[in-house]
């Protein structure tokens, strides 16, 4: 059986522990003889790009992907520090045959990923990861001499991605103030240059990576001193990056947190009021808070739920050809500008909103009142038959039935461990609490291994 290597996002482990050198290397083979077997090169020599985030990790898994590629014949063009969103854009434009992106995302500094991108900037399917992994050590001719690739910088990868993030927005942002929190990660330079490109006033906080404090209580996961900043700033408005910069949260003028499904309303409105959100629609996951699902159905815009995963947001965007969708987590799709989702795509966007309504991030964002929202993990438990027990079925069918369409439940195995994640949404914490555990506890009985 082909081992797993491949997960939600790309390759990602502790980085010269799990994700070693050699591991990096024969990806990068790998991946180099999938694409061209799919037809990805054709008739003439192959390029791929390279881009990293801040971590010091970085600098050697980067030595060991190009190595890779260029062995198997690519010629690689280095792109540097650089967001996730930022490679495949330069994916796209340069006419790659295939992208590299160094990252963890969120994660710890330790860890580190590698994340391929097919030709035009889109991630891999499931087919071809699958491929990867199967090509991986197999016996191949290796090209000599000319035959091996080619590698040099590609210095203008920074201007050519922040040029065009200032260009996807139409309205300057002038009178606008601004903290972005970079996270200490890959847009530390492109996120303030982007938005001072589009006419706002910007605080940059965490913005001086030294390649071991990416994260680092920062960022999109840690919002406590963008909250701060903001008030004590006086500024208008906040958001904060991951370390890769492809999701993005916001805070408004009083420090509340505006989260990936707020950020999501507000754009689908921006796009519906310029006929730019295509068939009428937004994509969004099943963890998708319940007040997103009614503000957009009260706005008459439809709302397509999928599996969570921003690759699944992307699979039904690219298929029925839809032009928004994001996670929760801040992870938002604009398909009209990006392939993946970009954090400073997202907070031009939403600035532009600001900018063209007259209207605060906190006016904006109450256009959806999220609903309390309750997470118990049941662990140790048999997750495979938690889709088919009659009685678990019961008792959610019970339990919705007492919210009468205030809230909802949503029962969801994990991908990697032996846990079962009980969700409730109910019109209070108390009573979401209430109803998650009484389900938890059905779970663990009915489940338990």
């Not at 996002?9 to 799919?38: C, F, I, M, Q, Y």
């Not at 200032?166 to 002038?174: A, F």
């Not at 795509?345 to 964002?365: I, K, N, Y």
Request: glycine share 10%; hydrophobic share 45%; aromatic share 2%.
């Amino acid at each position: 059986m082909t081992k797993r290597y491949f997960g939600t996002d790309g390759v990602r482990g502790l980085a010269n522990g799990d994700l070693t050198a050699e591991l990096a290397l024969d990806l990068s083979v790998a991946a180099a003889h999938v694409l061209a077997d799919r037809g990805e090169f054709e008739g003439h020599r192959p390029v791929a790009v390279v881009g990293r985030d801040t971590r010091i990790s970085g600098e050697f898994l980067e030595a060991a992907v190009v190595a890779g590629l260029a062995s198997a014949g690519v010629d690689v063009l280095l792109l540097g520090v650089l967001p996730t969103p930022g490679v495949a854009y330069l994916t796209h434009k340069l006419g790659a045959d295939l992208g590299v992106m160094l990252s963890a995302s969120h994660n710890p500094m330790p860890d580190n990923g590698i994340k391929f991108l097919a030709r035009g900037g889109q991630k891999l399917d499931d087919a071809a990861e699958h491929a990867i992994e199967r090509r991986l050590h197999e016996a191949w001719q290796r090209p000599v001499g000319g035959g091996v690739g080619r590698v040099r910088q590609y210095a203008e990868a920074l201007d050519d991605y922040v040029d065009h993030l200032i260009m996807s927005i139409d309205h300057p942002l002038v009178g606008i103030k601004v903290v972005l929190d970079c996270a200490e990660g890959a847009a530390s330079d492109a996120g303030p240059r982007a938005l001072v490109g589009a006419g706002a006033d910007v605080s940059a906080i965490h913005a001086m990576p030294d390649g071991l404090n990416i994260n680092d209580n920062c960022g999109s996961t840690h919002l406590e001193s963008l909250q701060k900043a903001v008030i004590q700033d006086g500024a208008d408005v906040g958001f904060a990056l991951d370390g890769d910069a492809d999701r993005c949260l916001a805070v408004d003028r009083e420090g509340n947190v505006v989260d990936g499904d707020q950020l999501l309303a507000v754009l689908a409105l921006a796009l519906r009021d310029r006929d730019r959100l295509a068939k009428n629609t937004v994509v969004a996951t099943v963890m998708s808070n319940l007040g997103f699902v009614q503000a957009m159905h009260a706005a008459g815009i439809g709302v397509r739920q999928t599996k969570v995963g921003d690759r699944y947001v992307l699979e039904a965007m690219k298929v029925s050809g839809y032009s928004l969708g994001g996670e929760q987590s801040g992870h938002v799709i604009m398909s009209d500008h990006a392939t993946t989702g970009d954090g400073i795509l997202t907070a031009l966007a939403v600035l532009e909103r600001m900018a063209t309504t007259g209207q605060s991030l906190q006016e904006l964002a109450s256009v959806m009142t999220r609903l309390p929202q309750v997470l118990v993990n049941v662990d140790g438990v048999d997750k495979a038959r938690a889709d088919d027990d009659a009685v678990v079925a019961a008792a959610i069918a019970e339990e919705e039935a007492s919210l009468a369409g205030t809230g909802r439940v949503l029962l969801r195995p994990s991908g990697t461990e032996p846990i079962v994640r009980v969700m409730v949404e109910a019109p209070n914490v108390a009573q979401a609490r209430d109803v998650a555990e009484r389900l938890a506890g059905v779970v663990r009985r009915q489940l338990a291994l």
